[in-house]
């Protein structure tokens, strides 16, 4: 069964610091790999995804991951961060030969301080 | 286009007691999950739809829990009785695999609360 480990469950920062948060799986075969995120009272909204090419990844609002297959892990990296991007983020992957079927880590909180 | 609708937002009732949960998912969307979140974790699958086929049900807790798509559109998740340990974030996402694969789009969810 495939499984995601987030590192961290919180963490906190200051605004204009860079932030990477850990996501590593663990599924042998051909993935796709996403992080959502929740900002407080919202619903969870893609940020990216990678399904194959280049495994460094651009998604919304300044936020890029790195796909290295021989890790199993997929970091999420913002070089500054800013307050509104306080909210939870999650890893989740996605295994073709597993039905389909969507798993997610447990979650990252992500506060940053203005 | 407007996106996942769930309705209720917050529901509170006593245990034994059954609670019904409904999705109506983003307009042509063809596949449909129900997730649990619990506190402190990330969405954890309960079932999903293709139209109105339940393809994986295997984490559903079938004694108390059932679900259903009717017409392949609208869905109700449905706990009765309900147990304090229910309490959680219901989750309903959509999927439309020839515009989007394998990219799921989620609901607001329902929190419950089970007393």
Redesign the interface.
């Known amino acids: 069964a495939q499984s995601v480990s987030q590192h961290n469950h919180h963490v906190i920062l200051s605004e204009a610091a860079s932030l990477e948060l850990g996501c590593n799986y663990s599924y042998g075969g051909t993935v796709n790999l996403f992080w959502y995120v929740q900002y407080p009272g919202q619903h969870l909204q893609l940020l990216l995804k990678y399904f194959s090419g280049d495994p460094l990844v651009k998604g919304i609002k300044g936020f890029e991951a790195e796909f290295i297959k021989s890790k199993f892990s997929f970091n999420l990296r913002k070089p500054s961060v800013q307050w509104s991007d306080t909210a939870e983020y999650f890893c989740a992957v996605n295994a073709r030969a597993a039905g389909n079927k969507l798993t997610f880590g447990g979650g990252t909180r992500v506060l940053v301080k203005p | 286009e407007a996106?996942?609708v769930q309705s209720p937002r917050y529901k509170i009732i006593e245990k034994k007691q059954p609670v019904a949960f409904w999705c109506n998912p983003i307009s042509g969307h063809n596949t449909l999950?129900w997730y649990r979140q619990n506190l402190?974790?990330?969405?954890?699958?309960l079932i999903?739809y293709e139209n109105e086929e339940a393809?994986?049900d295997s984490q559903l807790p079938k004694d108390r829990f059932s679900a259903e798509r009717l017409k392949g559109v609208d869905s109700t998740l449905k706990i009765q009785p309900a147990e304090l340990g229910d309490s959680a974030v219901y989750?309903c996402?959509s999927r439309n695999e020839r515009e989007s694969?394998?990219?799921?789009?989620?609901?607001?969810?329902t929190r419950l609360t089970v007393l």
């Open positions: 996106g996942v999950y402190g974790q990330g969405p954890e699958l999903r393809v994986d989750l996402a694969a394998d990219t799921q789009y989620f609901g607001p969810g």
